[in-house]
């Protein structure tokens, strides 16, 4: 089993510059993250194919896409997968939102995800990051992050808008900053 190098306690902050990185956009074009933007970003990091659990989050993100678009939010899912293992899951799934490709686990590191390998060739044939569900303002800093060294824990996608809807109509700050 590969042991991570990423130094104990090297996790991206509350209210800390999101890390600014770009990865090929399912359909045509790039997907940049991080610096300043024109809305609110939304961003979900899923393990890739090989994982049902990533499937059925993403399904149900679907029926609730329109509301965070209309809540002011810019929205993508990125995962270590090549082109046509995305390609193949949004024509089975009809994915309508943004997913980009080929994440790099030096980008992996940058957010502060965990990685695995896989537990076999069966399973995918690469390093992975394990999810991630980022809320980044603006200005570029991380308003939310949602890290898990597995796929049965994320947070709940509704919860998490109602969420965010009332830190923006409060002004409300980044949270876990000490």
């Not at 293992?85 to 995800?113: C, H, N, P, S």
Request: proline share 6%; with cysteine; hydrophobic share 35%.
């Amino acid at each position: 089993m590969t042991q991570s190098t990423l130094p104990a306690g090297s996790k991206l902050c509350g209210g800390a510059r999101f890390p600014e990185f770009q990865v090929p956009k399912s359909g045509g074009g790039t997907l940049r993250f991080g610096g300043t933007q024109d809305r609110w970003s939304l961003l979900i990091v899923y393990r890739g194919k090989h994982c049902g659990r990533c499937k059925n989050y993403l399904n149900k993100f679907e029926k609730s896409y329109a509301d965070w678009k209309n809540s002011g939010f810019d929205v993508a899912c990125v995962s270590a997968d090549p082109l046509e293992k995305v390609t193949d899951d949004i024509a089975r799934f009809g994915w309508t939102f943004d997913i980009g490709y080929d994440l790099q686990e030096d980008d992996m590191r940058k957010m502060g995800l965990y990685i695995s390998d896989p537990l076999s060739a069966q399973e995918t044939d690469r390093r992975f990051a394990e999810p991630g569900v980022f809320c980044i303002r603006p200005d570029g800093t991380a308003q939310i992050i949602a890290i898990s060294n597995g796929p049965a824990a994320r947070p709940d996608l509704d919860e998490l808008l109602d969420g965010m809807i009332f830190t923006i109509e409060n002004e409300r700050p980044a949270r876990g900053t000490v």
